[in-house]
């Protein structure tokens, strides 16, 4: 991996140094240009004339997300988030008072909110599985509610945003395939650090987001979309005539892929460069990624461990590209605010977003930090000589 050329490639190296990956990543210049030329191109032409001529070319978007997780591009749709993704595929779902979805205390926040409003207002019933004292989900107690509720709905986030925690989305994937349990996955954390393959993980719906380790803009998200679940006359709640086709007065007909997912409306300049995100990780490879990526934290972890008064808060057996500690400060906007004062961008979370997995860790709130393979070593230094400097004079 030619680190010089990336950097060189990524405006935003030349002045931040740059570890709020897990929040939205610096984008390169293919991101950058693809969606300038198209948006001059919709000025000079017109929207609708725009999209027309290159709808071929914004077709590549589907292709390289389905070679991204090895599935058909008629299995992708696209979104606005991954949030958003979620929130379409809950909708698809028939749920009725007393269906049982089980979930791991380390879910996203926004998905532990649309969860809970689902129990309000449809009366379902939310089951979370254990934790493992060591960290993550408890994947024997997992099994065990599965195979004693007969959820209507598994659902796990691979990467939470608060812990660099990996789950074990594979394992849990395989026994709902053997139950023919419907089976939702949270990529926003791990789409773009890692290698994804929906076949191996076995799930029905995935979501996931292009800001974060993509590199791509925000406003954008994909939907894996399997095809037991397109097989299904399932369908989100609300439909517009992209989704679905108006046959006769009171009857349609939906869109035979993951297109039923989507708006007619799209942000298409961003569709460009989602496709432009999508092909430039492709064109490098995940699994270099992946290794680029192991190979910073592997750096970082240890060294902030050093640091006086540091308390590392992630737990798992294996850790993603995102690192959470305490830190010997009172205040964490100021701990953020100096660091972007010395071109350093960091991210802290909040209790409200990890309630349950902060409160197990005795903390309110936490430092994030979230390395991608264009980092470096001299960067890392920065970083650490800072957070030194600014631990010493709270």
């Not at 395939?177 to 789409?191: F, H, K, P």
């Not at 076949?199 to 979309?225: H, N, Q, S």
């Not at 989507?262 to 999508?278: F, H, K, M, N």
Request: glycine share 6%; proline share 6%; charged share 20%.
């Amino acid at each position: 991996m030619d680190i010089a050329s990336l950097r060189a490639d990524t405006p935003g190296c030349q002045t931040k140094v740059h570890f709020n990956n897990a929040g939205a990543a610096l984008p390169p210049y293919p991101v950058l240009h693809a969606m300038q030329e198209y948006l001059t191109e919709e000025a000079n032409c017109g929207g609708y004339e725009t999209a027309a001529a290159n709808a071929t070319a914004l077709n590549r978007f589907y292709m390289a997300a389905g070679k991204l997780l090895n599935a058909p591009a008629k299995n992708i749709a696209f979104t606005s988030s991954a949030t958003n993704s979620f929130a379409r595929a809950l909708s698809c779902i028939p749920f009725k008072k007393g269906d049982v979805v089980i979930i791991a205390n380390e879910d996203y926040s926004s998905n532990q909110l649309q969860f809970l409003s689902l129990e309000e207002r449809f009366e379902i019933e939310l089951v979370r599985a254990n934790s493992l004292p060591e960290g993550g989900v408890d994947v024997d107690h997992m099994v065990s509610l599965i195979r004693s509720r007969h959820p209507k709905l598994v659902s796990l986030t691979h990467v939470p945003t608060n812990t660099g925690l990996i789950q074990p989305v594979a394992e849990i994937g395989k026994v709902c395939r053997e139950q023919e349990i419907t089976y939702l996955v949270d990529a926003c954390q791990s789409v773009g650090q890692m290698p994804l393959d929906v076949e191996e993980i076995g799930c029905d719906f995935l979501c996931a987001t292009l800001r974060k380790f993509l590199r791509g803009p925000r406003g954008a998200g994909l939907l894996y979309v399997s095809d037991r679940i397109l097989h299904k006359p399932w369908y989100p709640l609300f439909l517009d005539m992209y989704a679905a086709t108006w046959t006769d007065d009171d009857t349609f007909v939906t869109a035979p892929d993951a297109k039923r997912f989507q708006d007619w409306e799209q942000p298409y300049a961003l569709i460009a460069g989602s496709y432009a995100a999508i092909h430039y990780a492709n064109e490098i490879g995940l699994q270099q990624i992946a290794d680029r990526n192991k190979y910073l934290g592997g750096i970082l972890r240890p060294r902030l461990a050093s640091l006086p008064g540091v308390t590392m808060l992630d737990k798992g057996m294996e850790q993603a590209s995102i690192i959470t500690l305490s830190a010997p400060v009172n205040d964490p906007q100021w701990l953020m605010t100096s660091l972007r004062e010395r071109n350093i961008n960091t991210a802290i979370s909040v209790i409200a977003g990890a309630l349950i997995d902060f409160r197990s860790k005795g903390v309110n709130w936490a430092l994030r930090i979230s390395p991608h393979y264009y980092n470096t070593e001299d960067e890392i230094d920065t970083l650490l000589d800072a957070l030194e400097s600014l631990f010493a004079n709270p």
